[in-house]
Nanobody
Framework: QVQLVESGGGLVQAGGSLRLSCAASGRTFSSYAMGWFRQAPGKEREFVAAISWGGSMTYYADSVKGRFFISRDNAKNTVLLQMNSLKPEDTAVYYC???????????????????WGQGTQVTVSS
């Protein structure tokens, strides 16, 4: 069982940066693949970024590639999402997700994840 708590959201002007953090409980965090998703009002929850359990593999949605960076610190049970050059269209609730992973991969589909956080709001003003 893993519990996830996101933090770091807020209001930022276009072009600015934010760093989201996801703190995970549980002793087996290092065996979980992790991901970030987001959901804007009236839209489906969409994939943003993913990282393998060891951190060696990462994958990004085209819309954030080159601007967002995912990382993890297994010693601290934490996953980070560094968001740079933010745009108004990045406004959404951002969710952290965890998948108990035996295959050391990364995952981009919502249904592949086992646990979800409550989300943190990111608002980018123009």
């Amino acid at each position: 069982q893993v519990q996830l708590v996101e933090s770091g959201g807020g209001l930022v002007q276009a072009g600015g940066s934010l760093r989201l953090s996801c703190a995970a409980s549980g002793r087996t965090f290092s065996s979980y693949a992790m991901g970030w998703f987001r959901q804007a009002p009236g839209k489906e929850r969409e994939f943003v970024a993913a990282i393998s359990w060891g951190g060696s593999m990462t994958y990004y949605a085209d819309s954030v590639k080159g601007r967002f960076f995912i990382s993890r610190d297994n010693a601290k049970n934490t996953v980070l999402l560094q968001m740079n050059s933010l745009k108004p269209e990045d406004t959404a609730v951002y969710y952290c997700a965890a998948k108990d992973d035996k295959y050391r991969g990364y995952y981009t589909r919502k249904y592949e994840y086992d646990y979800w956080g409550q989300g943190t709001q990111v608002t980018v003003s123009s």
